[in-house]
């Protein structure tokens, strides 16, 4: 028989590694750190707003490759930028989704 195709687990695998280490660098830096995949430039990047700096990002980042099964930091662009992370942890929809005065959606 033919052997699986793993490259699709890979990519999973993948996206839940960046997944947990952008919980456990919440958790241990308290400020909301989000991976997304920049797709001009086919790499992670890793944005944060507030606290540490890049440097201090990455130590703690390289303290998990180990830990974190599929986790490869080689290609992670770093960004500490309020701005781009407001863009990337927008709603997706333009309502507030508290505002109940418009009625309901459809």
Same mark, same amino acid.
């Given at each position: 028989?033919?052997?699986?195709?793993?490259?699709?687990?890979?990519?999973?695998?993948?996206?839940?590694?960046?997944?947990?280490?952008?919980?456990?660098?919440?958790?241990?830096?308290?400020?909301?750190?989000?991976?997304?995949?920049?797709?001009?430039?086919?790499?992670?990047?890793?944005?944060?707003?507030?606290?540490?700096?890049?440097?201090?990002?990455?130590?703690?980042?390289?303290?998990?490759?180990?830990?974190? @099964?599929?986790?490869?930091?080689?290609? @992670?662009?770093?960004?500490?930028?309020?701005?781009?992370?407001?863009? @990337?942890?927008?709603?997706?929809?333009?309502?507030?989704?508290?505002?109940?005065?418009?009625?309901?959606?459809?």
């Amino acid at each position: 028989m033919n052997e699986p195709r793993t490259r699709a687990s890979e990519i999973t695998s993948a996206k839940g590694a960046y997944r947990r280490l952008g919980i456990f660098l919440t958790m241990d830096f308290g400020t909301i750190v989000l991976f997304r995949h920049n797709f001009h430039t086919k790499r992670q990047t890793c944005i944060w707003a507030d606290g540490p700096s890049i440097g201090q990002m990455r130590a703690q980042a390289d303290t998990y490759l180990g830990k974190i @099964v599929g986790l490869d930091l080689t290609d @992670v662009d770093w960004a500490r930028s309020e701005v781009l992370l407001q863009a @990337v942890n927008r709603p997706r929809s333009h309502r507030d989704l508290f505002d109940t005065s418009a009625g309901p959606y459809r």
